[in-house]
């Protein structure tokens, strides 16, 4: 692992102040640094980028073609959503209303580690979430390891396959 790039792992809770501020775990304060970036995220969650990341996903988001209307779409609601951050004394961030509101965020959040990022979860949304995505786990292993598709889905695709050929 290359030690410039920050590695975020865990998971937090934590409050939301009524001014909108939440504190940052301390394990991922030094990865984030001095600025970064919050933006809407999928999944109704908020993406936090370390200045570096950020700068990574701008030259992503370079590559697509204009002409594609998804990828229009998907910038404009990725950048238009998104500020720049630093912590305060205390090491927390104020995030915007417009953030707080896209993710579901009033009271109790959830802060979690994500290799290059951070994400920052509405309680209820997150429990939702990773109770449904823990049922899966297993097999949402097994499409990644498979290029995007199941043994199965494989094993069917390999089986007409066989029988094309034997006609």
């Known amino acids: 692992m290359n030690p410039e790039i920050p590695m975020f792992i865990g998971t937090y809770e934590h409050t939301i102040d009524d001014k909108g501020r939440l504190a940052i775990p301390a394990k991922f304060r030094d990865g984030l640094g001095d600025r970064f970036f919050a933006t809407r995220g999928l999944d109704k969650c908020l993406f936090i980028f370390p200045k570096n990341e950020w700068e990574r996903q701008l030259a992503e988001f370079a590559k697509l073609p204009l002409t594609m209307r998804d990828a229009r779409a998907y910038s404009r609601l990725f950048f238009s959503g998104a500020c720049e951050c630093e912590l305060d004394k205390q090491g927390r961030i104020n ?70 050929c034997q006609r």
């Open 95 to 164: 995030i915007p209303a417009y953030l707080r509101e896209y993710a579901g965020l009033a009271k109790e959040a959830i802060v979690i580690g994500v290799m290059t990022r951070v994400e920052i979860w509405s309680q209820e949304v997150w429990m939702g979430y990773s109770s449904e995505a823990e049922e899966s786990y297993e097999e949402i292993a097994e499409k990644l390891s498979h290029g995007g598709e199941s043994r199965k889905s494989n094993r069917q695709a390999d089986d007409a396959d066989e029988t094309k």
